[in-house]
């Protein structure tokens, strides 16, 4: 009994684990997608907008930000990916 018991809980422990790596993934999935717009929005205003020396820095350096953080949810997406499209082929 007390073996059953055990093997339930690893059981459930593993349950737990795979809906939480679902949930991280699509919560570092839209925070890439996140990143991905901030990009974009910097690129844009370093196209179009006449800004001067320090302005140009500055956006520089929140680019450099944003894409240090986009390859730390890149990361996890790819680390996750393949339990995500395990649990999705598998309902």
């Not at 939480?20 to 997608?33: D, R």
């Not at 910097?42 to 450099?64: D, G, P, S, V």
């Not at 986009?70 to 082929?89: G, H, N, T, Y």
Request: hydrophobic fraction near 40%; charge should be negative.
């Amino acid at each position: 009994m007390n073996e059953e018991r055990k093997i339930s809980e690893v059981i459930a422990d593993f349950v737990k684990f795979l809906n939480n790596a679902q949930f991280s993934y699509t919560y570092m999935l839209e925070k890439m997608g996140e990143q991905d717009k901030i990009t974009q929005d910097i690129l844009h205003q370093l196209e179009l907008e006449n800004l001067k020396y320090n302005e140009r820095a500055k956006l520089a350096t929140h680019l450099a930000a944003a894409r240090k953080h986009r390859r730390i949810f890149k990361d996890s997406v790819e680390e996750l990916e393949p339990i995500a499209e395990f649990l999705e082929d598998n309902k």
